[in-house]
């Protein structure tokens, strides 16, 4: 027991305000123009953020830019386009560059940009279905955090670090190429491997700079709307939507919400993390089975 004349316990601010805040801070999402990566701009421009978005498309990017800049205009929130490919690490060590000099520190940074290659086993392709899958799955977000890092690591501290968020996919921890959507002998072969790889990259990544105040985390969506899955979802919604426990597929505030969790003082002390937002998928169960 405290001593009777013990001062009370003082809680620091917990309001939503203060541990999700996102104004001032600047972030970068590759991938930023569709799907999952746009959804999360979105969330962190609405919160004040400044966000460039990257991609190989401009006018895409100019458009969506200007869509997004939209919701921060009661947030103090902007989206910028940027121009890139970071299928190398050439296009990574440019797209660092373009985001040098205009910024002198960068506070998150989503390695969102990915693809995947679907074949026959007996005639799955090396140069597109492997090459092309790993480099721009698992080589773009070591490359790219690092040519970043000098400007990651500017001004951080373990209370307010450097944010980076590998986004990888369900399909990590999933051993099945083959699915009910793949025409018999069809799968992505090299898709499940390369975001296992990702997921390994982000604990090691963790690892080697937490000293640097850098946290690495990654996230694991399973079916959002985006161009990956489009014709899966268009041909065969119902069919994707069963095979959901929740009953549904991904949403943007599902995925805005664990983004900004990881990017604001509420994530702060997660690093090395690995998420699953699925809607319970890896379960192994179906929307019409009990829970």
């Given amino acids: 027991m405290p001593p009777k004349d013990a001062a ?37 421009v609405r919160n004040g953020a400044k966000i460039y978005i990257a991609s190989r498309k401009l006018k895409d990017l100019e458009r969506v830019a200007e869509q997004l800049s939209a919701l921060g205009v009661s947030s103090g929130g902007q989206c910028i386009p940027v121009q890139a490919d970071v299928a190398s690490k050439a296009g990574c060590d440019a797209l660092a560059d373009q985001i040098k000099a205009r910024e002198t520190r960068l506070d998150i940074l989503v390695n969102n940009s990915g693809l ?117 979802l268009e041909n065969s919604g119902d069919l994707l939507v069963a095979s959901q426990p929740t009953g549904r597929v991904g949403t943007p505030e599902d995925i805005g919400g664990l983004a900004l969790f990881f990017a604001s003082r509420a994530g702060a002390h997660c690093t090395g993390t690995a998420v699953p937002i699925d809607g319970g998928v890896s379960l192994g169960v179906s929307a019409s089975a009990k829970l």
Wanted: proline letters at 7%.
């Fill in 8 to 44: 009370p316990e003082v809680m620091p601010e917990l309001g939503i305000d203060t541990i999700f805040n996102l104004r001032g801070k600047v972030g970068l999402v590759t991938g930023g123009a569709t799907g999952i990566g746009k959804m999360i701009a979105a969330a962190y």
């Fill in 116 to 232: 995947t290659w679907g074949a026959p086993m007996a005639d799955f392709p090396e140069a597109n279905g492997w090459d092309k899958v790993f480099a721009l799955n698992v080589k773009s977000q070591f490359y790219l955090t690092v040519a970043l890092l000098p400007i990651l690591t500017k001004d951080k501290n373990n209370i307010h670090p450097a944010v980076v968020l590998n986004i990888a996919s369900i399909a990590a921890i999933s051993p099945l190429a083959e699915g009910e959507l793949s025409a018999p002998g069809h799968g992505t072969f090299s898709y499940q491997p390369s975001k296992a790889a990702s997921l390994h990259l982000t604990r090691m990544m963790a690892a080697s700079l937490a000293k640097q105040n850098v946290t690495v985390n990654a996230i694991l969506p399973g079916v959002f709307p985006s161009r990956m899955t489009s014709f899966g």
